[in-house]
Structure formats: C-alpha cells, structure tokens
C-alpha cells in the first residue's frame, strides 16, 4: 500500500504552531501484538457474489476448503463482518449437509461434522449478505476507512461521479466482503464469480477465465487465481472502464481508466512494462504472476493498494496533459505497487508488526526505479525528501521499526515503516554492497516464495549471502527506535600535520555505523569512510598539508541522521563544487538560505546551481533567490531570464517565471503572456500569478483561467487568497488542503489564516462535495501525524461542527441536492467522530 501523507509544508504547520504537549497518562506496558496462532490452514476460496446497488449490499456464496493446521479439530473459526448469515454447510462434491454454526461480534464459529487431521481437507458452503454500510471498524491515518466494500455513486443520483464497486482488504477488511481467516499469515487459492450488469466490466485477482451473459441485462464473469495470496490482497473492481492492453513479455498489462483519460493512459502508466522488465532482472526473480493491471477508484480511503494481479489507485492518478507535461506525480506510486507483487504479495508478512518486509521494500522501490530511470540525483532528491518526512515528524523517533506493542495494527502504516525504512534498506545496501544486498533480496524472495516472512528471514537471507553478522544493524534500526543526532568540531595539530575530528551523538542511545567524511585540503576532497562505535564520542585523525578548507560529514548522504554544524559561504560553495552527491550539493545550497543579503559568495553559488544538470537544484536556487535585490539581479537576472523561457523542465521555467516575477518590473510581460498559453499547468499559474503581483487590476480578470490541479504547495498558498476573493468554485477543492488548516494557520501567518477561513466557510455554505470531502480526508491524513492531542483534537472538531450546521442550513434551502449535500454532511460527521 501507497498511503496518502500529507507534505512537509503541511506538517510544518502543524508541528510549528504554539499547542499544549501531550503528557501521557498510564505507565502499563503495552500488550504484545504475536502472530496469529494458525489453528486452520486455508486451502482454496470460491465465490459466487451479485450486487444490490439500492441497498448497497452483496450477495454472496462461498465454498471454503480448508484443512487443520496441525493439531486436530472440529472447528472452524471466520472472521464475518456485519453480515447476514442465511445457511452453513459441509459441501461434499457438490452435496450438502447442514452445520451447527454460531454468529456473534462479527465471528462465524462453526462446528465440523468430524475432527479432521492435519492436511485432510473440508469445504465448508455459506450463503450470505455482506452489508459494509454496517461494518464498525474505523480507519486510521493511512486507511481512513475500513469497510472493505465500497459502493460510489451506486444509485446513479450524481451526475459528475461514475458509478463504481471496488474492495480494500487491507489490514483485515476482506472479512466484510467474505467470511475467511482475515490474517496475513494465511494464504489461499481463489476463484470468483462476479454478476453485474452487462455495461459494466470487472475485475478480480488472475485472469478472467470466461465470461457469460445472462437475463436482464446481466453477464457473469469468472475470475481465477491459481497461486495462493492472502485474502487481504483478495479484489474486485466494477465500472465504466476502458481496458488498454499492454504487455511484458507473455504477460499480460492492462489499464483500467475512466473514459475521459483513455488519451492519456500510455502517459500515466506505459512505463508499467519497462518498470517489470527493471524490477525481474534487478531481483533475477521475474514477475511472478499470470498478469498485470492497474484500476483507480473514486473515493479511494488511501494511496493505493497492492492486491494481487489488480492493483488499486486512488483517482489522484488521472491526470491530464498539463499536469503530466510537467511530471507524472504518480510514477513512484506506480513503482511501489508494482515491487509489491514481489515483496508482500509473494512472500508477505507473517504479521503486521513485521509490515516493513512489505512496506519498506516498496518505499525503496520507488528509489530503485528512479535511480535505473532518471539517474541518481533523482533517486537522491526522492529519498531526501521521504527520509526528511520522518526527521522532521517528533511523534516517531521512539516507534521501532518492526513493532510488537501497537495500539491499533493501523499504526504501523506510518513515517517509519514507509520512509525511515526505506532510508534503513539504503543504508544496507551501501554497507553490503550492490551484489551481496540484491543476492539477499534474491536469497529471501526464493526461500520464502508464496509464504509469510518475517524481519529475522530477511536478516538470515542478507548473512546468508554475505557472510557477515547483521545482528548490529537489524538490533538498531530494526527491533531499535529513533536515528543518530550528530554534531561535530575538528581541529587541526600543526606539528603532525593531522586534523582531529570529533563526532558526538546527542541521542539516549549511541548508534554504531560507518560513515563518509570528505576532509578538504588545498579546496580537494579526499573521502574517508569511518566506523563509529555505539559511544557518545568518537574521534578520528586524518592526514592533511593544513588546517582543512572544510569538513563534511555523511558526504555520500547515506547515513540516516540528523547533523548539525555551520559552514561559511565560502566553504558551502566549495562544497557543491567539490562534490558529485546531490545531498551534499543541496545541503550547500539550502545552507546559504539566510547569508543572501549578506556575502556575495552566497550569490555566487546560486549562479553556479542555475547551471547545475539536476533540475531539482536550479529550482532549489530559483526558490532561494530574491531578484527584488540589485545584488542578486545583477549577477543572476539574465541566467533566470533564460530558464523562463527555455529550460528543458517546464517545472523549472516555472520556478524562474516566480524568480523574475518578485521585481514587478514589466519588462517581463512577454515572458509571462507567453507562459499564460503553455500546456504546462505549472508554467500556466506562475504565469498568472506573475501578471497579478505586476498588475492586480487584472486579478478578476484572470481568475478563471486559475487551474491547481497539480500545483506545488507554495503556489497554492500564493492563489488561495485569489481564489477565495473571486469564488473560484471550480479550484476550491484544489485549496481544501490548506483552509482545513486555517486556525493553525492563524498563529503562523494572520493573512493567510483568514483568507483560508473564508476560503472554509465559503466552502461549507456551498454545495461542493469535492471541496468538503477534500477537507475530511486532508484532516484524517493529519490525525495520525499529529498525534493524539487534546488542544488540537479540540480546535479541529469545532471547525467540523461549525461547518456541519452550515451544511445543515444549506441542505434546509437546497433540498433538491439531497443526495450530494447528506454526502458532505456524512463526511464531516465521521471526521468530527475521528477527532472525538
């Protein structure tokens, strides 16, 4: 799973603003989450299901063959979510007998007409009703619903939503669309038999084995999977789909999309066969399934889901010209989902403290894919800013990385798991080596395949294949919490001509890890790799002609740390020149933030990033200067004059477009009418932007060309007060993410803040369901990454309730849209209950 998080801007608002601490209230351990016992081996899963769109339920009958898992029974316990039970049998070849069985607290205990032994199998037949309308689990910050079967616009009453049916099982939520064992530690063959209506097309787990066409209207549809998976990666998908066929070698590709994007689908998901092709020969274990495809879903409760064979997107992936023009934002979500057919749908989790064999690995995926795709540098930046979301997230540092005393198995889908662990994978492969870390990821997938692993597996695998002890790493950053927080001094001994260098860490717990330091002689680096012992201090000598120009530690940006030190301009520029990283390059660069208006060497290495090959730093340098300044005009203005207009990234033609737009000065209009006519969404809105700051008369004027679909955080917040002033209803759920935050950010920014309130109470006192829905999500994203604070649980819930009477008072004048406003008054109901 992709989950949704919410970015680093958002989270410095949160993080920022002056709130009450939590303390915490109770001493008592927590309970210790161990696997599930396995009492009862599923074998295969058979369904025949059939849809009811009024009530929004399904019909459903199953044909479980099982065996007990190694002591003998008579049982047989199943997970059965608010379901209407209606007949419990034993099938035998097609004749069947009546069982005992029990249903309560959404357990199905039934009662074999036998003891059967280990590996002697049973086919239990039940007939049932799922209703997930009357499922009472709740979501979390990464799933933020939990119902398993979700009907969109199933009566057809809104008109700009397609009608669609699709799954989400994940953590264990197929149980409300099928009695089973709702365990990752269990696998199963399955076959599914879909009735829907002959408009509609599907999709399950495997390939379509028939497809017949009944009365009514209707064609049945039937699924097969022939290797076993476990049944939270069980999916069915039902709308109006077109189908564009792709293919990897024998292997089927296919896309899922809405209509309106069938243009685009090559742009959204082509690189899908080249990406199998990557992952097969990286891991020399290839794509291990009968096919591929790829679907979206409307109100999808997350990111994306890796359900086998049939990945889920949320609607986030349908994007069009403009906003893929500028970069495919959902290529990396892609490429997660995909690496999971290898690592979490092959071999998955034994359990959900041990989520980071499936998750961490995707997470590096994303890293992996770019650094084969787009180079290194990308992968870099990529990795920077995840490992960042973490560093910077205070509720995580004391969270171990495999986890045994969770509250709720949805907290491990967090910060640590996601980033921290991808960052730890890095880590590894570069203390290995590129040949022993993929033989251990190749060692760990043969070993385990179409089993349950857990962390130790992984570990065995990598010694395995190395030869090399691993407990050191695996005891710290696996069954360990937090990360090294360094500082560091040096000084130089003249008579030995040697520079001590000194590296503390601040932290309860001193980490042991090798590290790269670039010492700086005569303004060369000459690169060190040292071993840091698990003590607060460590110093290390190093021969050098005179007092270094400079010292940079963690120089390969490897290490996950937080390192503080101060550099002067002169020896920040030194550093982006002298190295070939992009983290050291872009830490020299941010570095300089503050010492613009002060030293022109700090000018000077801003013109040096204009010209750097990685787009990501010309835009970091664009972003960082000021041309309002007749220092930096001179010696910057014309390189940025030419990025506008002909930089090889629209993304950084837009950057430069913002740069010349802080002067006012109109000698820039060509450049900004011309932008306005881009296909670029990035260079279209910094183009108008750009013409408002010069001319504000002409700010009603253009609003209506405003479109964010796509837009960075800072151009939003730049638009909003626009947006809201003009009541440009069509970007008001482009702005939701910042007005659901408006009373944060009143302490940060007063104007801002009321600009966002209006943009709210614009929002609620109209009927906009993407708006208000935008809202809900953005905020159950943020519950988690808050924390559980009482001040803050407060303001928001007031917020919500504020909103939900303007909703009520809006549906009492507009009782003719019913249906889409009790929609939004639904949504903001269960996100007041979240914050309860």
């Known amino acids: 799973m992709k989950k949704a998080i919410l970015s680093i801007a958002i989270l410095g608002i949160l993080f920022s603003t002056p709130i009450s601490a939590q303390t915490e209230t109770s001493g008592r351990e927590k309970v210790y989450r161990a696997t599930h016992t396995k009492i009862t081996e599923l074998k295969h899963t058979k369904l025949k299901v059939n849809f009811d769109y009024q009530k929004e339920q399904m019909n459903g009958e199953e044909w479980l063959t099982a065996s007990s898992y190694f002591y003998p029974s008579n049982e047989l316990t199943l997970d059965a979510k608010a379901m209407l039970i209606h ?20 357990v199905l205990k039934i009662t074999l007409d036998k003891v059967y032994q ?69 696998k199963t063959t399955q076959e599914i038999y879909m009735t829907v209506p002959d408009k509609y097309v599907t999709l399950s787990n495997g390939v379509l084995k028939d497809s017949s066409k009944e009365t009514d209207g209707l064609r049945t549809d039937h699924w097969v999977m022939d290797k076993r998976h476990s049944p939270y990666l069980f999916f069915m998908g039902v709308g109006e789909y077109a189908i564009v066929k792709d293919k990897w070698k024998n292997v089927p590709v296919e896309y899922y999309i809405e209509k309106e994007y069938e ?133 995580d540092f004391k969270k171990n990385l495999v986890r045994f005393t969770y509250d709720s198995r949805e907290d491990v889908f967090d910060l640590v798991t996601y980033q921290k662990g991808g960052g730890i994978l890095h880590m590894l492969r570069n203390y290995l080596g590129d040949e022993a870390f993929f033989a251990g990821m190749t060692d760990y997938l043969k070993t385990n395949e179409y089993q349950n692993a857990e962390a130790h597996q992984l570990r065995l695998s990598f010694e395995k294949v190395s030869g090399k002890d691993l407990n050191w790493f695996f005891n710290q950053w696996y069954f360990g919490s937090g990360n090294p927080k360094i500082d560091y001094s040096y000084t130089f001994e003249p008579v030995k001509k040697q520079v001590m260098v000194t590296i503390n860490q601040t932290q309860e717990l001193p980490f042991e890890f090798p590290l790269a330091i670039d010492v700086y002689d005569n303004g060369k680096p000459k690169r060190y790799t040292v071993w840091v012992n698990a003590e607060s201090k460590n110093t290390f000598n190093f021969e050098t002609s005179k007092n270094p120009d400079l010292i940079n530690i963690n120089a390969d940006g490897v ?46 290495l801003l013109a040096v990033a204009l010209k750097d090959p990685f787009f990501r730093l010309r835009i970091e340098a664009l972003q960082l200067m000021d041309l309002s300044n007749p220092d930096q005009m001179k010696m910057l203005g014309a390189e940025v004059e030419k990025l506008a207009g002909n930089d090889p990234k629209t993304l950084v033609q837009a950057a430069a477009i913002s740069a010349l737009a802080k002067t006012k000065d109109k000698k820039y209009s060509s450049i900004f009418e011309k932008g306005m006519g881009s ?154 209950e979240n914050f309860k």
């Open 559 to 604: 290490l996950l740390a937080d390192i503080t030190g101060s550099k002067t301009p002169e020896q920040n520029l030194m550093q982006y020149i002298g190295s070939k990283e992009f983290k050291s390059r872009y830490n020299a660069l941010s570095d300089v933030k503050d010492q613009l208006g002060k030293n022109p060497t700090a000018i000077k």
């Open 263 to 395: 243009p685009y689908v090559k742009q959204i998901y082509g690189n899908t066969p080249e990406m199998i092709d990557f992952f097969s020969k990286k891991l020399n274990y290839d794509f291990p399934w009968a096919k591929y495809a790829q679907i979206s879903g409307r109100d999808y409760v997350s990111g994306a889901m890796e359900n086998t064979t049939a990945t889920l997107h949320g609607s986030d992936i349908l994007q069009k010209p403009g906003q893929l023009v500028d970069e495919n934002k959902w290529e990396d979500t892609i490429a997660h989902e995909l690496f999971h057919h290898w690592f979490g749908d092959l071999v998955t989790a034994e359990s959900w403290s041990n989520l980071t064999v499936n998750e961490s690995f995707a997470n590096y995926s994303e890293y992996l894919w770019n650094e084969y795709k787009y180079g290194k540098d990308q992968a870099d930046y990529h990795q920077m800013t995840d490992v960042d979301m973490y560093i910077h997230d205070p509720n």
């Open 87 to 106: 007949e419990v049998a034993l099938d035998n070849n097609g004749k069947k007998s009546p069982l005992k069985y029990d249903y309560k607290d959404d």
């Open 679 to 832: 296909i670029s969404n990035a260079v279209k809105i910094n183009s108008i932007a750009a013409i408002i700051d010069m001319d504000p008369s002409k700010e009603k004027m253009l609003s209506d060309k405003i479109d964010l679909d796509g837009a960075s955080d800072s151009i939003i917040e730049k638009m909003l007060p626009i947006v809201v002033r003009n009541k440009v209803n069509s970007q008001m759920a482009n702005i939701a993410k910042l007005v659901a935050f408006y009373p944060f950010l009143k302490f940060q920014n007063p104007e801002l803040g009321k600009a966002a309130e209006e943009g709210y109470n614009l929002i609620m006192t109209s009927d906009n369901l993407n708006a208000t829905e935008n809202i809900t999500k953005v905020l159950s994203q943020a519950k988690g990454q808050m924390g559980n604070n009482p001040q803050v649980n407060m303001m928001i819930s007031q917020m919500l309730k504020d909103g939900l009477n303007k909703k009520m008072g809006l549906l009492k004048q507009n009782p003719q849209n019913a249906e889409s406003i009790n929609r939004q008054i639904d949504a903001l109901n269960k996100s007041i």
């Open 118 to 186: 280990k590996n002697q199998d049973f086919t239990v037949y039940i007939k049932y009703t799922a209703r997930p309308n009357e499922v009472k689990q709740k979501g979390s910050e990464a799933i933020n619903d939990a119902k398993g079967l979700y009907f969109i616009n199933a009566q057809g009453k809104l008109p700009d939503i397609p009608t669609q049916i699709w799954t989400q099982g994940e953590t264990e939520s197929s149980s409300a669309w099928f009695p089973t064992i709702d365990k990752p530690n269990q």
